[in-house]
C-alpha cells in the first residue's frame, strides 16, 4: 500500500529526513518510536503533503501512484489520514460543517452520494459513542476551546467517520489520561481490518499496550535504524533510547564508508 | 475636472435656490439649515490634513457636481426591487427610492397603531413638535461638514416614534433604493432619520442602503461551501451617485434597541454616513454595521451614553474588494457612571483596497465604573490591501475598566492544511476560513432573515474575490 524510499525532506535547510525506507501493506499496523527531534512528526506531516517540509531525495508511492505529487486534499480524498499532534483550532466552523464537508470529499472521490442530513447525524451519535465524546462537542468550533483530551479524540473521530485506508496517528497519545487513551484506542482498534493500515508515531510505547503493533521501527536522526516486532517497543521501554546512540553513531559510520 | 472649491459653492447656491421650497417648511427648521449650510461654508470639505480624515480623500466626492435626485424618482423595475434579496425581510418596511419616500413599495400594515412610522418629510409638513424638540439636536455638525450639509439640505427620510413601553416585534426596515442613474447624471441624496425609542420601549431597525443593479437576488440557502459558481450576479452599472445621511436615535430610559445597517451601495457611489445615537439612563443599543458596497465609504457611528447605566454593543463588518475604501468612525462617550460599552469590528480586505477603523472611547470625569471593551480584527486576503486602524482612549475618570486591542493578519496557513488533510480543497478551505472570520459578526444580528441575506451577500461577495483569482 505505501512504500518509501530512501525519502530526505528538510525545513529552513535543515535537513530532518535522511533516508527512509519503510514499507506498509494493507492489514499491517506500524509503530514508528524514536527520542524528540528524530523526526518522527516530520514524516507523518510529509505523508499528509504538508509543504513547510521539502522533500529533496526519494520517493513515496501509495497505491502505486506517485503520493508526493498529490496535493493534500487529494490524499485525503484517496484515504490517508494524518492526526494531527496539535491539532489547530478553527475558530468559526463548526465540527458538524466542517466534518461533513471533508465526509462528502471523500465519499465524492468513492464514487458514493453525499450522506444526507440524518444519516450522517445517525453516524456522528455512532463513532461519538465508540469514543465516549460529548455530542455538544459537534456544534462547537472545530478544536475551539477544547480540552487537549478532547481534541485528540476528535481527531481519532473524524478518522472513525472518514474511514480511511491508511491512518498515520502523530503523537494521538503524549497527553492523554488513561481513560482517554483507552478511548482513542479503542477508537483505532475499531478500524482494524484487512483493508487497512496504520502507522502510530509514538515516544512512549504506553500507547502500544492497546493498539499492538505488528512491526515497530526505531527512528533516531533521520533513519531508521531498526526494526522489528512488537517487542522492539518492550526493549526500547527498559532501555529507553540512549542505547542508541552509540549503536547508531557506528553504524552510521559504517555505512558511510568509514 | 471641477475644482473642489466650485463645487462647495454649487451646494452653497443650490441652497440658495432651494430656499423657496424650504421656505413651506417650518421656521425653526429653515433656521436649522441656515445655521448648517453657513457651517458647511466656513468648513467646506474636510482634506486629510484634518485628523479625522487623516488616511480618507473626498476629494472624489468634491470634485463631482451631484445634481439633486429628481422629486419623481420611481423605481421603473419594481420587479427587480422586489427580487433583490433585501426586499422583504419580514419587517415592517419603509421605502426611500432616491432619497424620497415611496408609499406604495413600502409596507406598514402590520405595525401596532400606536407607533408612528413615516416619511419625515410627511411629519414637517404636518408640522409634528416633538421634530422641533429633537430633529439635528443629537448629530452635531459644528465640525462635521457633511452632517451640516445633511442637514442643511435634507428632503426625507424615516420618522419613527415607539411610544412608552411598548415591544415591537417586527423590526422597521428603512430601505433606501438608489437607481442607476439615467444618462450618466451623477445624483446626490440626503436621508435623514430620526427614531425616537421611549421609555421602556423595546424595537429593531434597520436600514439599508442598495443599489439597485447591486443587490444580489434572493437564492434559497443551501448547505454546502460557497461556490463561485454558484453566486452569478450582475456586475454592477458604471454609475456614480452619492449618498450623504444622518440617522439619529435615541433610546429612552430603559429602553431597548437594536441598529443593523445594511450598506450595498453601488460599485461607483459615494457614501457618506453618520448615525447618532443618545443614550438614556439604564438603556440597551446594540449596532450591527455591514459595509459592502460603495467605492469611497465613511462611517460615522457616535454614541453617547447619556445616562446612567446604559449599555451599547457595536459591531462591525466590512469586506472590501477592488479599489474600495471604507473608513470606520466610532466614537463612544461614556458622558455617566456605570455604563458599559463592548466594541468589535471586523474586516476582510482583498485586491487594492483599504479600510480604516478609528475606534475613539471618551470616559468623562463623571464617568465612574465605566467598563469598555473595544476590539478591532483584520483579515488581509491580498498584499496590497491596506488597513489603518487606531483606538483612541481619552479617559478622565480614575476608577474605569478600559480596553482595547487590534489585529491584522492573513488567513492562518496552518488552519488550510489541516482543513485540506481532510479532503476540502485549497481555495474551498481558505474560502470557508475567510467566511468564519467574518460570520462572527453576522452571528450577533439577532433577526433571522436579515442574518440569512447578510450570510447570502458574504457568500457573494467571497465568492466574488476568488473568481476573479481563478480567471
Known amino acids: 500500500m505505501l512504500k518509501i524510499k530512501n525519502l530526505q525532506a528538510s525545513t529552513n535547510g535543515k535537513s530532518i529526513l535522511r533516508g527512509i525506507d519503510l514499507e506498509v501493506k494493507a492489514g499491517e499496523v506500524h509503530a514508528i518510536m524514536g527520542p524528540n527531534g528524530s523526526g518522527k512528526s516530520t514524516l507523518a506531516q510529509v505523508l499528509a503533503g504538508r509543504d513547510i517540509y521539502a522533500v529533496t531525495s526519494g520517493e513515496v508511492t501509495y497505491d502505486g501512484q506517485n503520493l ?191 | 475636472m471641477t475644482a473642489v472649491k466650485d463645487t462647495q459653492d454649487v451646494y452653497l447656491s443650490s441652497f440658495t435656490e432651494r430656499e423657496k421650497d424650504f421656505a413651506a417648511g417650518p421656521a425653526w427648521l429653515n433656521e436649522v439649515r441656515r445655521a448648517a449650510i453657513h457651517r458647511f461654508a466656513d468648513l467646506g470639505f474636510p482634506t486629510t490634513r484634518h485628523e479625522e480624515w487623516k488616511y480618507t480623500s473626498v476629494e472624489p466626492i468634491a470634485r463631482v457636481v451631484f445634481q439633486p435626485s429628481p422629486r419623481d424618482s420611481a423605481v421603473t423595475d419594481t420587479g427587480a426591487l422586489r427580487r433583490s434579496c433585501y426586499f422583504d425581510l419580514d419587517c415592517s418596511r419603509l421605502v426611500f427610492v432616491n432619497g424620497h419616500f415611496n408609499r406604495e413599495l413600502s409596507s406598514l400594515e402590520s405595525l401596532p397603531k400606536e407607533v408612528h412610522a413615516g416619511s419625515l418629510a410627511e411629519a414637517l409638513a404636518g408640522g409634528a413638535p416633538v421634530l422641533e424638540q429633537h430633529l439635528g439636536r443629537y448629530a452635531d455638525f459644528q465640525d462635521r461638514a457633511f452632517v451640516a450639509l445633511n442637514t442643511a439640505l435634507l428632503e426625507d427620510g424615516a420618522f419613527i416614534e415607539i411610544p412608552k413601553g411598548l415591544v415591537l416585534e417586527k423590526p422597521i426596515y428603512l430601505l433606501f433604493v438608489s437607481t442607476a442613474p439615467s444618462g450618466g447624471q451623477a445624483s446626490v441624496s440626503f436621508p435623514r432619520n430620526l427614531i425616537l425609542a421611549g421609555r421602556e420601549s423595546q424595537a429593531t431597525f434597520i436600514e439599508g442602503y442598495i443599489a439597485l443593479d447591486e443587490a444580489p437576488t434572493f437564492r434559497t440557502l443551501g448547505g454546502g461551501l460557497p461556490s463561485p459558481a454558484q453566486h452569478a450576479s450582475p456586475s454592477g452599472p458604471d454609475g456614480t451617485y452619492f449618498t450623504n445621511a444622518v440617522t439619529e436615535i435615541v433610546a429612552g430610559e430603559n429602553a431597548v434597541v437594536d441598529h443593523g445597517k445594511l450598506q450595498q451601495e453601488g460599485a461607483s457611489a459615494f457614501h457618506v454616513a453618520t448615525v447618532q445615537i443618545q443614550q438614556e439612563r439604564a438603556s440597551t443599543v446594540s449596532t450591527r454595521t455591514f459595509t459592502f458596497g460603495g467605492a469611497l465609504v465613511r462611517e460615522d457611528l457616535n454614541i453617547v451614553l447619556a445616562g446612567e447605566g446604559a449599555n451599547t454593543s457595536l459591531n462591525g463588518l466590512y469586506v472590501t474588494f477592488d479599489r474600495q475604501h471604507v473608513d470606520h468612525h466610532t466614537t463612544i462617550d461614556h458622558a455617566q457612571a456605570h455604563c458599559d460599552s463592548r466594541e468589535l469590528y471586523k474586516g476582510v480586505l482583498d485586491d487594492h483596497s483599504s479600510a480604516v477603523f478609528n475606534g475613539r472611547v471618551i470616559v468623562r470625569k463623571d464617568a465612574q465604573k465605566t467598563d469598555s471593551k473595544q476590539s478591532n480584527k483584520n483579515l488581509l486576503l491580498s498584499e496590497d490591501a491596506v488597513i489603518n486602524t487606531k483606538p483612541q482612549l481619552e479617559i478622565f475618570a480614575d476608577d474605569v475598566k478600559c480596553t482595547h486591542g487590534a489585529t491584522i493578519g492573513q488567513v492562518d496557513q496552518e488552519a488550510i492544511f489541516y482543513l485540506r488533510s481532510r479532503g476540502i480543497g485549497r481555495d474551498e478551505a481558505r474560502s470557508l476560513l475567510t467566511y468564519a472570520f467574518a460570520n462572527e459578526i453576522i452571528d450577533r444580528v439577532k433577526h433571522a432573515p436579515l442574518r440569512d441575506r447578510l450570510r447570502e451577500a458574504l457568500f457573494v461577495r467571497l465568492g466574488r474575490g476568488l473568481r476573479r483569482k481563478e480567471a
Do not use: C
Open chain 1, 68 to 258: 508526493l505529487d498529490m496535493s493534500p486534499e487529494d490524499r485525503a480524498r484517496a484515504g490517508i489520514f494524518l492526526a494531527f499532534q496539535y491539532p489547530v483550532e478553527i475558530p468559526g466552523v463548526s465540527n458538524m460543517y466542517f466534518l461533513r464537508a471533508a465526509l462528502n470529499q471523500v465519499r465524492k472521490h468513492r464514487g458514493l452520494d453525499d450522506l444526507d442530513a440524518m444519516d450522517f447525524l445517525a453516524l456522528v451519535r455512532q463513532k461519538m459513542k465508540l469514543l465516549d465524546m460529548d455530542e455538544t462537542l459537534m456544534n462547537r468550533s472545530v478544536n475551539e476551546g477544547f480540552s487537549g483530551g478532547e481534541k485528540k479524540r476528535n481527531e481519532i473521530f473524524q478518522m472513525a467517520v472518514l474511514e480511511p485506508r491508511l491512518a498515520v496517528l502523530d503523537e494521538t497519545d503524549s497527553g492523554l489520561d488513561i481513560d482517554a487513551l483507552k478511548d482513542v484506542a479503542n477508537g483505532v482498534n475499531s478500524l482494524r481490518s484487512k483493508e487497512r493500515a496504520i502507522i502510530v508515531v509514538t515516544h512512549y510505547q504506553r500507547l502500544l499496550h492497546y493498539i499492538v503493533p505488528d512491526f515497530v521501527h526505531v527512528l533516531y536522526s533521520g533513519r531508521i535504524v531498526k526494526s522489528g516486532g512488537k517487542e522492539l517497543a518492550l526493549e526500547l521501554e527498559e532501555k529507553g533510547y540512549g542505547w542508541l546512540e552509540d549503536t547508531v553513531e557506528a553504524g552510521v559510520g559504517r555505512s558511510a564508508g568509514l
